[in-house]
């Protein structure tokens, strides 16, 4: 079905994430039918380039970032979707260019959506809503979307909540966090809230503890100026393992709507514990030099800017939830880059039955839930059966095993991908899928003081392998607890 009718702006058209993002999901919700005849895209940045270089820009990203046998099937298509495409020279903190974007939008009379889409650096966010708003380009009609890093932590994140609100109503503003667009993480909520099997169990008397991993191969290389002032806790921690953690955690809303399952994610990170400092591990990916890594990879030091750095490429953590679900039950949570694979995977790890009628040989077997989010999509509940044979009643471990892609056949492939899903999402008005800014205060409320006690003590994160699962303060962590990582693969 077409979403209705809309002008969507992109400031920084001509940035990364647009070429490589939010083009190439426009340009398949395009051939899907979906964007509406005289849906306009306006790319906007500081670059002089007319609407025929623009097209010519993004022409060259999409034929780098579809596959080969997309672009010979879609050729058509990707001219008529050039088509829609316009440009203008704008410069978020100067006073050229907002007129004509004014005049292209059509305004003061048009009534259409209009999207305006913040994919620029997080320093112009605030400047671009001061923008939209002098110029009067805003209505009850129009949505901005904000990309991450929504603050760096608690105080910029007020502040930038302040600015928008300034501007724009809540109901206005989708902050974009893309874990929530996948597809296998809103299934998070369908595999809880859609089956009577697993929500009674979902507490502290049957789940022992629950991991949650969301590990990378790919290092820094890129973004390494960026990343070394952010660095794993606030780059991946704070929002896209905070919001796993919050649907896996969540009371059941009482509806599919924004509010209310935005009001149960902000209850659970409300109730979060401060972390120990012992129950945290930071790691950094080392190279041959330091005796760590292999010799092919450059290590982290040897990537950014500071050789001395200690911005942290990993971290691993123990977390307690303290409500009357959780109460109990620790959640360990860990993100890392250059690790072994890359992979985002959830484990739910329950009880073991309370007696064994089987005697003390059985040994013994727990179920386990896993939720893989990438890659091969699938869930796989590890159940206990007997051991085939005439052995006597030995017990043995079996996987009830679903792959998304052998379940459901082709269909997982025509799938909409992250932003696709949420940039109609923005169209139609749907804020489900993105963070309220409470919910976002409320993660770095939990983040900071974790940042602060490593600047105070000078902590320094520990040398890993490039290619391994982490350092091996991370295995002691669980260790102590008697318990141990499942394997990244
Ligand atoms: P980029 O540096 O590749 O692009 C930045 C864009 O902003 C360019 O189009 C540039 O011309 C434009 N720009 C810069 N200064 C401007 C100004 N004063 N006025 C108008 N336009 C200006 O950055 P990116 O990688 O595309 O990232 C954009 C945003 O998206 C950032 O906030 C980033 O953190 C976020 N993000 C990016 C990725 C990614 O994969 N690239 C992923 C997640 C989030």
Redo the contacts with the bound molecule.
Sequence with gaps: IPVQAFDLVI????????R??ILPALFRRHCAGQLPQDARIVGA???ALGSDGYRDLIRDALQNELSGAEIATRGEELERFLARLEYLA????ARDGWAALKQMLGLPSSNRVRVFYF????A?FAPLAEQIWTHQLADDQTRIVV???FGHDLASAKALNRTLAGHFDESQIYRIDHYLGKETVQNLMAIRFGNMLFEPLWNSQYVDHIQITVAESVGVDGRASYYDKSGAMRDMMQNHLMQLLCLIAMEPPAKFDPDAVRGEKLKVIRALEPVEPHHIVRGQYASAEDGAGRDDDQSYRETVEDPRSTTESYVALKAHISNWRWAGTPFYLRTGKRLVARSSVINVFFKDAPHSIFGADAGRHANLLTIRLQPNEGITLKVTIKEPGPGGMRLIDVPLDMSFAQALGADIDGAPDAYERLITDVIRGNQTLFMRGDEVEAAWAWTDPIIAGWTSRGDVPKPYDSGSTGPGDADLLMRRDEREWRGIN
């Design positions: 400031f920084g058209g001509t940035g990364d994430l647009a490589r993002k940045a500081r670059r704008i410069d978020a903190e994919s620029v650096g997080p112009l990309e991450k890093p």
